[in-house]
């Protein structure tokens, strides 16, 4: 297995800048996820630590080895992508055997690893089909078990699950996180769904527009998210943001106060707190007077748009069912350990819990 280490990426194709200098670590046998919108380098990323794209600046070592001039063939890696693109005139045997034969792999061995691979997916008994004969999931399946077959050093994954419906993408993104474990292997898998990235990743490498914003583990990101965009981009439905004010040891925000905040500076800031840390009713903390303006039930949780001041929304996140209605007034108050802080400017944290 092998640590993956990129020291400065930039890359252009012509005059679009794809990535604006990147630096990332991924250890030894460590998952670590690609998180961010359309379009912020993902993909790019991972074609670069594949030797698929050469990188306009930076290098990039695996073990300390400086591998950025070599060519995919000569990388112990593996790559699946979003399509899976299965050859279609090929047997399940034989798409999973392919890698094999061109590295010229004896017979014999050839099909002791296809069995094993086979094996670890669970698709035994679909060698003999051929990739239109099975569905989505077990073609999934047929392009992990052809990736992982050549015992990779670096497993790389690109969205492989988008082409899934939603229960086999909770399924199978369970199965990948084991698999990985199970193997050992280094991975770095790309998405951009949240969830998937929490449950797979040890480490999340959070993107945007070719830079990577935060790099922690899921706790990390979702309790100390670095900035705004990562604070906004994690968690469903999003964070609260509003605009906020220090003076000496106050905090403003819209029409309420919170005394005692102690962060040793004054002046225009943004206030976030998730819609699962506020309450309704409580006396703590930051407190706002509203009206309701709309619940949404989703079952196991309620959402709760409420009206704090003209045009001023606060979204509210209950487990259960809630006995309110559009129109009512409420109070509301959002502990101090959920408060987080951001510079105006910069958008980069201060503070979280104040
Ligand atoms: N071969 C290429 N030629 C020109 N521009 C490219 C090329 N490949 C990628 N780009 C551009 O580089 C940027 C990053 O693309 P990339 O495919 O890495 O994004 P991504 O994060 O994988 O997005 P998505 O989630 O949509 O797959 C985009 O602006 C894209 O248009
Ligand atoms: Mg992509």
């Given at each position: 297995?092998?640590?993956?280490?990129?020291?400065?990426?930039?890359?252009?194709?012509?005059?679009?800048?794809?990535?604006?200098?990147?630096?990332?670590?991924?250890?030894?046998?460590?998952?670590?996820?690609?998180?961010?919108?359309?379009?912020?380098?993902?993909?790019?990323?991972?074609?670069?630590?594949?030797?698929?794209?050469?990188?306009?600046?930076?290098?990039?070592?695996?073990?300390?080895?400086?591998?950025?001039?070599?060519?995919?063939?000569?990388?112990?890696?593996?790559?699946?992508?979003?399509?899976?693109?299965?050859?279609?005139?090929?047997?399940?045997?034989?798409?999973?055997?392919?890698?094999?034969?061109?590295?010229?792999?004896?017979?014999?061995?050839?099909?002791?690893?296809?069995?094993?691979?086979?094996?670890?997916?669970?698709?035994?008994?679909?060698?003999?089909?051929?990739?239109?004969?099975?569905?989505?999931?077990?073609?999934?399946?047929?392009?992990?078990?052809?990736?992982?077959v050549v015992e990779p050093e670096v497993l790389?994954?690109?969205?492989?699950?988008?082409?899934?419906?939603?229960?086999?993408?909770?399924?199978?993104?369970?199965?990948?996180?084991?698999?990985?474990?199970?193997?050992?292997?280094?991975m770095i898998y790309v998405t951009h769904d949240?969830?998937?990235?929490?449950?797979?990743?040890?480490?999340?490498?959070?993107?945007?527009?070719?830079?990577?914003?935060?790099?922690?583990?899921?706790?990390?990101?979702?309790?100390?998210?670095?900035?705004?965009?990562?604070?906004?981009?994690?968690?469903?439905?999003?964070?609260?943001?509003?605009?906020?004010?220090?003076?000496?040891?106050?905090?403003?925000?819209?029409?309420?106060?919170?005394?005692?905040?102690?962060?040793?500076?004054?002046?225009?800031?943004?206030?976030?707190?998730?819609?699962?840390?506020?309450?309704?009713?409580?006396?703590?903390?930051?407190?706002?007077?509203g009206r309701i303006d709309f619940v949404e039930?989703?079952?196991?949780?309620?959402?709760?748009?409420?009206?704090?001041?003209?045009?001023?929304?606060?979204?509210?996140?209950?487990?259960?069912?809630?006995?309110?209605?559009?129109?009512?007034?409420?109070?509301?108050?959002?502990?101090?350990?959920?408060?987080?802080?951001?510079?105006?400017?910069?958008?980069?944290?201060?503070?979280?819990?104040?």
């Amino acid at each position: 297995m092998a640590s993956v280490r990129l020291e400065g990426i930039v890359k252009r194709f012509g005059s679009t800048v794809a990535l604006r200098g990147v630096d990332l670590e991924i250890e030894d046998g460590e998952s670590m996820v690609l998180l961010g919108p359309s379009g912020c380098g993902k993909t790019t990323t991972l074609r670069i630590v594949a030797g698929l794209e050469k990188p306009t600046m930076g290098r990039v070592y695996f073990n300390d080895r400086d591998v950025t001039n070599l060519p995919p063939r000569d990388r112990n890696v593996s790559m699946v992508f979003q399509s899976y693109a299965l050859w279609p005139h090929m047997k399940v045997y034989d798409n999973i055997a392919f890698p094999l034969k061109i590295r010229r792999v004896p017979e014999n061995e050839v099909r002791k690893k296809v069995r094993w691979a086979a094996e670890l997916m669970e698709i035994e008994g679909l060698l003999d089909r051929y990739p239109h004969q099975l569905s989505g999931g077990q073609r999934q399946r047929v392009a992990v078990a052809r990736a992982i077959v050549v015992e990779p050093e670096v497993l790389l994954m690109d969205e492989p699950l988008s082409n899934l419906d939603a229960i086999l993408r909770v399924k199978m993104r369970s199965e990948i996180k084991k698999l990985q474990r199970r193997l050992g292997v280094t991975m770095i898998y790309v998405t951009h769904d949240q969830v998937e990235a929490m449950v797979i990743g040890d480490r999340i490498a959070v993107m945007n527009d070719g830079m990577i914003m935060q790099v922690g583990s899921p706790n990390q990101i979702y309790r100390e998210p670095a900035n705004t965009f990562v604070a906004t981009f994690i968690g469903s439905p999003q964070m609260n943001m509003m605009d906020g004010y220090l003076e000496g040891r106050v905090l403003y925000v819209a029409n309420s106060r919170l005394d005692d905040v102690d962060l040793g500076r004054s002046g225009k800031v943004i206030v976030g707190f998730r819609p699962e840390r506020v309450l309704i009713g409580g006396f703590e903390g930051l407190r706002f007077k509203g009206r309701i303006d709309f619940v949404e039930n989703l079952g196991s949780t309620t959402i709760i748009h409420v009206e704090v001041e003209k045009g001023r929304k606060i979204v509210v996140s209950i487990s259960g069912e809630a006995s309110l209605s559009q129109g009512e007034e409420v109070t509301i108050s959002i502990p101090r350990d959920a408060i987080h802080v951001f510079d105006a400017k910069t958008g980069r944290a201060i503070a979280h819990g104040v």
